[in-house]
């Protein structure tokens, strides 16, 4: 079992940044992909980024709405994962979870998810 705890979810302003973590316990998450989700008020949950385990050189993807403001990294030695986000905007208001995922995959779906964490809130305002 894997327990993921996410952290560094805050009120922002628009503009600004933060940078989420993601601790692990439990057992070593060195060969998962993990992945960041976010769920805003009223709506599904949905893909944020994610980054591949060991096993294969280090590959990042993002969606569309991340792609050149957020990057996501790993500290296996840690067991962590971050989330760092750059030039917040109000719609990026969202809980973001942090999920692990045993393989790699063109697209990250919440149906392919091993482990969940409970989710830190993130809120920008305008």
């Known amino acids: 079992q894997v327990q993921l705890v996410e952290s560094g979810g805050g009120l922002v302003q628009a503009g600004g940044s933060l940078r989420l973590s993601c601790a692990a316990s439990?057992?070593?998450?060195?060969?998962?992909?993990m992945v960041w989700f976010r769920q805003a008020p009223e709506k599904e949950r949905e893909f944020v980024a994610a980054?591949?385990?060991?096993?294969?050189?280090?590959?990042?993807t993002y969606a569309n709405s991340a792609k050149g403001r957020f990057a996501i990294s790993r500290d296996n030695a840690k067991n962590t994962v971050y989330l760092q986000m750059n030039s917040l905007k109000p719609e990026d208001t969202a809980v973001y979870y942090c999920?692990?995922?045993?393989?790699?995959?063109?697209?990250?779906?919440?149906?392919?998810?091993?482990?969940w964490g409970k989710g830190t809130l993130v809120t920008v305002s305008s």
């Open positions: 999920a692990a995922d045993l393989y790699y995959r063109s697209t990250f779906s919440p149906s392919h998810i091993d482990y």
């Open positions: 439990g057992r070593t998450i060195s060969d998962y992909s």
């Open positions: 980054i591949s385990g060991s096993g294969r050189s280090t590959t990042t």
